[in-house]
Every structure is written in C-alpha cells, then in structure tokens.
C-alpha cells in the first residue's frame, strides 16, 4: 500500500503543517476539547496498532471518543491528517548529532536513529517520498544530516547525491524488516515456515543448484546464523544494514579524499 502525501487542500495542509492557523481555537464558548495535537496522536496510535490501511477518520474519532465528524473542524480530510502524522511522527528524531567523534560517527548515530524510528512507525514507511509532505520537522531531519555531512568539506552538488542514498538506504532495509513482520499475518504462514519449505523444495527441484549458481552458493557459503526467536531475513537484513553503512561511508570517504575539502562535486573516477 502506497500513500501519496499532499493529497489535502495545498493551502489548508501547509497552514496545518506549520500552524499558521489553528482550527477551533479562535471560536466563541467553552474551550473546545479537542485540538490538532490530540487528532493526530490519536491517529499516529491507530496507524502504529492497526497499520495504514485502517486508518480512517471515524476510526480516530472513535479513539478520542467522538465521531468523525467532529474532527473535521480541526483536520478537513484524511488527506491532511496523513501529511500531519508523518510530519509529527518525524518530530521524535533528534535533531542534534555530538560531532566530537568526526562525521562517521555521527551518520552512524543520524543512520541508527532512523532505522529504528521506521520499526517503530512502520506506517511512515509507506508515505510515498515522491512527494514530500514540506513539513518542518521533515526538513529538521534533512538539516541535521546536512549538518553532519557539512564537515566532510564536499561541495553541495555532492552532497545532495550523499543525502539522497542515505535516506533510500534506511528506508530501503526498514521497508523490508517491516513487510518479513507483516508478512506472517497477511499470509498466514510464518517467516519459519516459509523458508523451510522452500528450501526442502528447492533442494528437489534443483539438485545442481550449487552447480549451476556457484557465485550464489559462495556468497551464502559463510552467513552467520539468526539467534533464538530472530527471524531469518530480519536477521539478514539487520546484518545487511551494519555491513552496507560500514561500505556506504567509506565511499563518502573516499570521496572526500579524493577531492580534498571544498575541492568542488566528487565525479566518478
């Protein structure tokens, strides 16, 4: 399921976004008992219990104990409800990274921060990046990588390059993690299950396996083993995830040796 931000009333959303205005607040009588805030919370927990796809505003409305009509004073539509969630659910990544350690260090931690900020929202991970939501705690994320990669002295257009393979690889190995645990309730066939009835069969099917894809064979020659209760391609990817940063920033160093500080947008050799 793929969920295109911006969907909303362009204007209403950005308003909303960067509170520009605050809906209800400025009506006469009692103080109103609901707000954007509480909305959103609400809707963050269903999303976070039940998953995007039960997301709805009568189903918000019923967790604050009010129709979803009564929300509609406050958030026009779901359209801007899924723009708000994703901006505040944003607002729990830090956006200050100790530097005392060099610029690795802190990527790592910017990196680390992230990968469990999407396994613990993994809703998030299906609000399409083709539009963004342009709200300010998106932007404090991207700042504090800009931050961080600043001190590596390379240039902007590089940099944007840098920025743009990060977020695509957090995000990348978090989608994957996410659907191998969504993966058991939607099949009902659990991750254990699945893999060893494939490889019994594939080792039918396919004797010469090892024969016929030795490069296959060789890469899985030396993997390390999943603990106890660990998923095995959670395990994968969580391995994948530390090996391929590791390689990723060491590409960014070598980058920034090559050109030497401020020498201008790394090109390839």
């Given at each position: 399921m793929v969920v295109f931000a911006g969907q909303g009333d362009a204007r209403r959303s950005m308003a909303l976004l960067w509170r520009t205005e605050e809906p209800g607040e400025s009506r006469p009588g009692p103080k109103p008992g609901?707000?954007?805030d509480l909305i959103v919370d609400a809707a963050i927990a269903v999303a976070d219990a039940e998953g995007m796809a039960a997301l709805s505003m009568r189903k918000v409305g019923e967790r604050l104990g009010r129709t979803g009509m009564a929300l509609y004073t406050y958030v026009p539509s779901k359209g801007e409800l899924v723009d708000l969630m994703y901006d505040k659910a944003l607002g729990e990544l830090p956006t200050a990274h100790d530097l005392a350690g060099g610029w690795r260090a802190a990527v790592t931690a910017w990196a680390g921060h992230l990968w469990h900020f999407y396994q613990r929202h993994p809703w998030v991970l299906q609000v399409s990046q083709a539009r963004p939501v342009l709200g300010?705690?998106?932007?404090?994320?991207?700042?504090s990588l800009v931050a961080i990669l600043r001190e590596t002295g390379l240039r902007p257009p590089a940099l944007r390059g840098v920025v743009s393979l990060l977020f695509?690889?957090?995000r990348g190995a978090a989608r994957t993690v996410a659907e191998s645990r969504q993966a058991p309730s939607a099949t009902g066939v659990s991750d254990e299950e699945w893999?060893?009835?494939?490889?019994?069969?594939?080792?039918?099917v396919a004797p010469g396996f090892a024969a016929r894809f030795p490069m296959v064979a060789w890469i899985e020659s030396e993997g390390s083993v999943p603990g106890e209760g660990e998923p095995y391609l959670e395990h994968q990817v969580n391995e994948a995830f530390t090996v391929g940063l590791t390689v990723l920033l060491d590409g960014v160093q070598a980058a920034v040796e090559r050109t030497g500080p401020h020498a201008g947008p790394v090109s390839a050799p």
């Open positions: 609901l707000s954007v300010p705690n998106e932007f404090a994320l991207l700042e695509d690889f957090v893999w060893h009835t494939r490889s019994r069969l594939l080792e039918e």
